[in-house]
């Protein structure tokens, strides 16, 4: 007599692959949620941490500031004033007087734009030349999927002369400069880092990094550099539109911002252009907001600390850049010439 084993029916069978792919596909699921999220959470963390190396950086920046004396402030002025003099004579045809030629009008008005463009200002801020057809755009989140309108401004650039240098570049930056090595590029030296006297010029300045975030808004990356010691050669690297990237000395503090701003209070109002010689120019505060392409939006307010010294990156020789000048010292109590405070401005 035949026996018959027991078995599964096709039907059985249907019903187990089916449950087995359902139950499938909700693992894969929930495995590409967690990884999803853990690449999001490792992304934020990264920006948390840049964020507040920045704002360490920029508090230790503007609590060094670099300034001018009043004798020096008033004597920069004057230059300015006579410059400023001269040309307008000159355009109104009025000429300079002393019976000077065509040539010698134009040899005294660039000597005075040489002795006016020597007071470098020590704290300027203004819009970079580099990026001016590439504004900041971001847009506010409304619940899961609203947006806000889009808000926009243009980068600027700040650049100061500090006491002390305000940041040390980090392993990422060796690291980027070993990339830039292997593709055969070169950095470029734009000046010397640190004076005699640990004082330095530096700028911080946006980079376009060309992608954009997940709402599609353009991502900058926010560097300090070095400062050309020469006015002029600062001004040609400006306008050449040069890499920060490929600047020796250079240092990425952020790399996803999709709008900041920067500004001054100053005598009642917030200004976002601002220039300072002396400390009879000096501000409260100062204020860097910005947005990260994650979203995320922070205001800082930091108060500025200045010293009172001469130009790092002054040239031998030139006004109060001298230092075996024979001047009278800035301050009685100062063993180097130099006197600090805090605050400062009108309020």
């Excluded at 009879?280 to 108060?303: G, I, K, P, R, S």
């Amino acid at each position: 007599m035949a026996t018959h084993k027991p078995g599964f029916t096709l039907i059985e069978l249907s019903m187990a692959i089916v449950i087995g792919t359902v139950i499938l596909f909700a693992a894969m699921g929930m495995f590409h949620t967690m990884e999803r999220a853990d690449s999001i959470a490792e992304v934020r963390a990264e920006e948390s941490f840049q964020l507040q190396r920045t704002q360490r950086v920029i508090s230790r920046a503007l609590g060094s500031l670099l300034v001018m004396s009043r004798q020096e402030q008033q004597t920069a002025e004057a230059a300015r004033t006579a410059q400023e003099q001269a040309e307008a004579a000159v355009a109104d045809g009025r000429g300079l007087g002393g019976g000077q030629g065509e040539q010698s009008e134009q040899d005294t008005l660039d000597d005075l734009a040489a002795t006016a463009s020597s007071f470098r200002p020590r704290v300027l801020l203004e819009q970079d030349p580099r990026l001016r057809s590439q504004p900041m755009v971001r847009r506010v989140r409304i619940g899961q999927q609203g947006l806000g309108q889009p808000e926009s401004t243009m980068p600027q650039r700040l650049e100061l002369a500090l006491s002390a240098p305000c940041v040390l570049p980090s392993y990422a930056d060796t690291l980027r400069r070993m990339r830039i090595a292997q593709l055969g590029l070169e950095t470029v030296e734009v000046g010397s880092s640190v004076d005699e006297e640990g004082a330095v010029r530096g700028a911080f300045v946006f980079r376009d990094e060309r992608r954009l975030n997940e709402l599609g808004l353009r991502v900058f990356s926010m560097w300090w550099i070095p400062i050309a010691g020469d006015e002029g050669d600062a001004e040609l690297i400006e306008s050449e539109g040069l890499d920060p990237a490929l600047v020796d000395g250079a240092v990425m503090l952020i790399d996803s911002i999709v709008w900041a701003r920067w500004r001054f209070f100053k005598e009642g109002e917030w200004r976002d252009r601002f220039e300072v010689l002396g400390e009879l120019d000096l501000a409260a505060y100062a204020e860097l907001e910005v947005t990260t392409a994650q979203n995320v939006t922070v205001a800082w307010l930091f108060e500025l600390a200045w010293t009172i010294g001469t130009d790092p990156d002054a040239e031998e020789g030139d006004a109060f850049g001298d230092p075996d000048a024979e001047d009278e010292p800035i301050s009685e109590t100062g063993e180097d010439g130099r006197t600090s405070g805090l605050g400062g401005g009108t309020n």
